[in-house]
């Protein structure tokens, strides 16, 4: 999911850059709070126990719910569907297999060494192989960045795709509404003048007609 992070900080530089990270506040964004537990959990977990499979595996669970309730709560938004898609994939590729498989031969070609996948250390990931189930939305495309070298899913650049969408289009700035000028009222004078007008030129035809 690295990917996705990368994508947020270049669209919020982007924004920056053309000035327009003012319209982002107007983005009504819906129960904020339920990204706080998962995020809480999420450190907790990988700094005290990042071995503890069980935890990892009910921390994930935890977290895929919360954060669906948050997308859920907020689909009327730019780019949401595609997060919720995003990771709608890689929850079914998780259920399917018991962890998110992973390329070898991905993180070659992105230049990661085998090695340091640790795949055998992590509980929540496998390796990508003949028996996986749904291998198209495993971790297999490989993003060669510098620095940034990852392997990543479908479901993680729709992720990315939808994080972009949402970020770049609630800055673009609202367009200016309108405002239709209201006639002012005439004073109360000027209307009983009027009236007589009207009055005296249909008084005056009356009388013209008969005559």
């Given at each position: 999911m690295v990917v996705v992070v990368v994508v947020a900080v270049l669209a919020l530089t982007l924004?920056?850059?053309?000035?327009?990270?003012?319209p982002l506040s107007a983005l009504r964004v819906r129960a904020v709070?339920?990204?706080?537990?998962?995020?809480?959990?999420?450190?907790?977990?990988a700094s005290l126990a990042p071995g503890s499979a069980v935890l990892r595996v009910v921390v994930l669970a935890v977290t895929i719910l919360l954060v669906g309730l948050f997308l859920g709560a907020n689909l009327e938004l730019p780019?949401?569907?595609?997060?919720?898609?995003?990771?709608?994939?890689?929850?079914?590729?998780?259920?399917?297999?018991?962890?998110?498989?992973v390329s070898t031969a991905a993180a070659a070609r992105a230049g990661i060494d085998t090695?340091?996948?640790?795949?055998?250390?992590?509980?929540?990931?496998?390796?990508?192989?003949?028996?996986?189930?749904?291998?198209?939305l495993a971790d297999r495309i490989p993003v060669p960045a510098p620095g940034w070298a990852q392997v990543v899913s479908?479901?993680?650049?729709?992720?990315?795709?939808?994080?972009?969408?949402?970020?770049?289009?609630g800055s673009v700035p609202p367009a200016p509404q309108r405002h239709r000028r209201t006639p002012r009222p005439r004073p109360a004078g000027q209307v009983r003048r009027a009236d007589r007008s009207i009055a005296l030129a249909i008084e005056s035809t009356t009388r013209g007609s008969y005559s």
């Amino acid at each position: 999911m690295v990917v996705v992070v990368v994508v947020a900080v270049l669209a919020l530089t982007l924004v920056a850059a053309t000035g327009h990270l003012r319209p982002l506040s107007a983005l009504r964004v819906r129960a904020v709070r339920l990204l706080v537990v998962p995020a809480v959990l999420q450190i907790g977990t990988a700094s005290l126990a990042p071995g503890s499979a069980v935890l990892r595996v009910v921390v994930l669970a935890v977290t895929i719910l919360l954060v669906g309730l948050f997308l859920g709560a907020n689909l009327e938004l730019p780019g949401v569907p595609l997060v919720a898609a995003g990771l709608l994939l890689n929850v079914v590729v998780i259920i399917a297999n018991g962890a998110m498989p992973v390329s070898t031969a991905a993180a070659a070609r992105a230049g990661i060494d085998t090695g340091a996948v640790h795949l055998t250390d992590d509980p929540l990931r496998e390796p990508l192989g003949d028996g996986t189930r749904l291998a198209v939305l495993a971790d297999r495309i490989p993003v060669p960045a510098p620095g940034w070298a990852q392997v990543v899913s479908v479901g993680d650049v729709l992720a990315a795709a939808g994080i972009g969408l949402l970020l770049l289009a609630g800055s673009v700035p609202p367009a200016p509404q309108r405002h239709r000028r209201t006639p002012r009222p005439r004073p109360a004078g000027q209307v009983r003048r009027a009236d007589r007008s009207i009055a005296l030129a249909i008084e005056s035809t009356t009388r013209g007609s008969y005559s």
